[in-house]
């Protein structure tokens, strides 16, 4: 049997390539590794059952998988640390049918025109091989809006004042404000910020056939068992509704099969261990940063640089205790946001001098608290001490956090390759990721952790800390190499997207440099990181990789 | 009657989670049920399908049907990374494909017995004492009361939601969730 495409992971990207593909009249099959637990895939108005408010399925049973235990990665932060110094959950994203969509809370910003040409903008910087994309913003904002529809997103144009421009308004107005994001918006304008309503993949109205949100706030980390999140649900719905797709969860794609000119299928391994290849005109790899390169490292893909440029958030989390019960277990997790650190203003010019750089930039911030009562309990000591913080709570009801997605360079040395001795149940090597940040990335998150330390005061904290993700020698959470892995969700920049081949391992279209009928439509193709969540974007290059791939363009 | 631990196990299961959730003004672990929420998850395999995860969409606490109940059913990869982690690899290569993996029913096996027999009769100071000798053990002790005083009652411990209760938490709220009100308002 042979398809026109196999799509390889079913998250954002790859049901948004799912969805142009079945449009433009193509065959589709999505292989998935998996389970399936967002819809009847014979039904695909029937959607699941499974996803509920339970923080022990959600956070501390690993329900949307992978299972460290069966598909772990490992980490080390340089060559220096040998094989790996850890092995188990790195950057783990969500394997099951919608992917990292599934689990993400929906905060979903375009990027900046400046995003797209750092090099051209700020020149470049010792020690990363910053680089312009393919493509520039005027080109992908057709491209973003037609993402903003396919996903359902609720927004307020124009409340933002460092946001790209735009062509049109948001599908949806923003949803219920949250307490405490009106309390500390209302502290960053008072300090010169520039909070706004956060652009959300989560139904402020019915949409797209499913219902509004009821702020139940079991939002990060977790399925929404009401389906008014804007995960992949609605691109799949509508692939599978054309009749011309098929999903194949709990399905590993083991390698791309190729003549040797072009891809001719996808080997897979179903979840009784049985192996085949499915035909297919196109391949379009969507497996997420992590998994695509380690595909394409399986299938012997020889490019040099596969795997390398891996990029994460660098975070930097400023908490403040407060008073007052700011009740973050109600809402969207995350309503409010600011962009100021995004931009390179004069403060951040005299930081970077001063830390020998000649720029640096931060990343969105986002105001939010949280409603895990059971990692709340297990962060407090036993005994007696325990019954009386979670009394008190300080560090749940009382807590109100400040989260920088810090810009992360590209470096060569940060990468994904095969593990040399770990496997996964299947047999197969797993993903070892290699990761340093750059100094660029630890002066921007010394400068700007005291502005957010400084807005957390404003709002009344009466005590504040700071910590960053993946923790630094010095910082708090520090507790030895280990700990350096970064946990950011957010990966990018593992087949580098560029016009030329010897830098660059996909073209601007995402086509896959001498196998031009193999398409990468996730975050991997990112060039640089921006400081901004990578899933709106990557739906945006998804659609418009599909769009070429179908002679649509 | 213990789902998995012995009787004596049990006694001193339930002795050393009333130190790590003491009892006091508010329930501890023992009244809340946290021993039967860990004997329950060293004997998830006892059930079929094994009580893993919770079912969904909603609890019925706030309307909708009763679904956490019945548990979902695992995959074939998901069951064997679960047996791994509860039962340890025991020899078996298709659980050993990266090395021998201890699991959960061994680590309480030792650590219950290293406590002695005659833990619970000790008093709280020498029971403290014992448990700091074993920190390793102690700590994934610990998790697990965690998880079985404010996880979902569904599980066995939270006994009618006295851990939310005392944690001041309103557990899962769907399909009633929060008005936009209760969201936005002191």
């Known amino acids: 049997m042979t398809v026109d495409a196999v799509v390889v992971g079913s998250g954002p990207g790859g049901s948004t390539a799912a969805e142009i593909l079945t449009r433009a009249g193509w065959s589709v099959t999505i292989v998935e590794k998996g389970r399936n637990r967002l819809l009847d895939t014979s039904d695909p108005g029937m959607l699941g059952t499974d996803f509920s408010n339970d923080e022990l399925k959600f956070v501390h049973r690993h329900f949307l998988g992978p299972d460290p235990l069966v598909e772990p990665r490992t980490f080390r932060s340089s060559d220096a640390d040998g094989a790996h110094v850890l092995v188990g959950e790195v950057n783990s994203i969500p394997s099951t049918v919608g992917g990292g969509g599934v689990h993400a809370d929906g905060k979903v910003p375009r990027f900046r025109e400046e995003d797209f040409s750092l090099l051209d903008t700020f020149g470049p910087v010792e020690g990363a091989d910053v680089a312009d994309w393919p493509v520039d913003y005027g080109e992908l904002e057709p491209f973003y809006a037609e993402a903003e529809r396919l996903v359902g997103v609720a927004g307020d144009a124009g409340a933002n004042p460092f946001a790209a421009w735009r062509s049109g308004p948001y599908p949806m107005a923003p949803g219920a404000p949250m307490y405490g994001a009106l309390r500390s918006s209302a502290a960053a304008e008072r300090v010169g910020l520039h909070p706004y309503a956060a652009p959300t993949a989560v139904n402020s109205v019915p949409y797209g056939g499913r219902p509004a949100c009821n702020n139940c706030g079991f939002c990060a980390f977790f399925g929404c068992p009401i389906h008014a999140k804007g995960d992949p649900v609605a691109m799949l719905q509508r692939a599978l509704s054309s009749g011309r797709a098929e999903l194949l969860p709990e399905t590993f794609a083991c390698r791309v099969v190729t003549d040797g000119r072009r891809a001719t299928g996808v080997e897979v391994v179903a979840s009784d261990g049985t192996r085949r290849t499915i035909g297919a005109g196109a391949v379009v790899l969507a497996a997420g940063a992590v998994e695509t390169p380690r595909l394409l490292l399986l299938s012997g893909h020889d490019h040099p640089l596969v795997g390398r440029y891996l990029m994460t958030h660098y975070q930097t989390i400023a908490f403040g205790v407060f008073a007052e019960d700011l009740h973050a277990e109600r809402g969207r997790a995350v309503t409010h946001v600011h962009d100021d650190a995004v931009v390179v203003d004069d403060a951040a010019r005299a930081a970077a001098a001063a830390a020998g750089l000649p720029w640096l930039r931060g990343g969105m911030v986002e105001h939010g608290g949280t409603g895990l009562v059971v990692a709340e309990a297990k962060r407090y000591p036993r005994g007696r001490r325990h019954t009386k913080l979670m009394a008190s709570s300080p560090m749940r009801r009382h807590l109100w956090a400040l989260t920088m997605q810090g810009e992360d360079l590209p470096q060569r040395s940060n990468a994904v390759d095969l593990d040399p001795t770990v496997r996964d149940a299947r047999g197969f090597p797993v993903a070892r990721v290699t990761y340093r940040p750059h100094r660029h990335e630890l002066a921007a998150s010394a400068h700007h952790r005291s502005r957010l330390v400084r807005l957390l005061e404003e709002m009344g904290a009466t005590a504040t800390g700071v910590s960053t993700s993946p923790a630094a020698p010095g910082e708090l959470g520090w507790t030895g190499p280990a700990s350096s892995a970064p946990d950011s969700h957010h990966v990018m920049g593992t087949t580098r997207m560029g016009r030329d081949p010897r830098h660059a391992v996909v073209d601007g279209f995402g086509r896959l440099h001498g196998l031009d009928n193999v398409v990468v439509a996730d975050s991997s193709v990112f060039v640089t990181s921006a400081g901004y969540g990578p899933t709106l974007t990557l739906v945006a290059l998804a659609a418009r990789a599909a769009a070429a791939l179908a002679g649509a363009l | ?186």
Do not use: K
């Not at chain 2, 790590?20 to 079929?48: E, Q, T």
């Not at chain 2, 017995?113 to 390793?136: I, N, S, T």
């Open chain 2, 1 to 186: 009657v213990p789902v998995w631990l012995t009787d004596v196990e049990y006694r001193t299961l339930s002795a050393a989670c009333e130190r790590m959730i003491p009892g006091g003004d508010a329930p501890g672990a023992v009244s809340a049920g946290v021993p039967d929420y860990v004997d329950g998850l060293l004997g998830a395999f006892a059930f079929d399908p094994p009580r893993i995860w919770a079912g969904g969409a909603f609890s019925g606490r706030h309307g909708g049907g009763g679904g956490f109940g019945s548990f979902t059913t695992l995959g074939p990869l998901e069951e064997l990374a679960w047996r791994m982690r509860i039962e340890g690899s025991g020899g078996m290569p298709e659980r050993e494909f990266n090395g021998p993996v201890v699991g959960w029913q061994e680590q309480y096996r030792r650590g219950l017995a290293a406590l002695g027999e005659d833990f619970a009769d000790r008093d709280v100071d020498e029971q403290d004492r014992r448990l700091d000798a074993d920190p390793e053990f102690s700590a994934l002790l610990y998790e697990h009361c965690c998880e079985g005083m404010y996880g979902a009652p569904e599980y066995g411990g939270n006994r009618d939601g006295a851990g939310w209760a005392a944690a001041r938490f309103a557990g899962d709220v769907q399909p009633r969730g929060w008005s936009d009100d209760e969201v936005a308002a002191p």
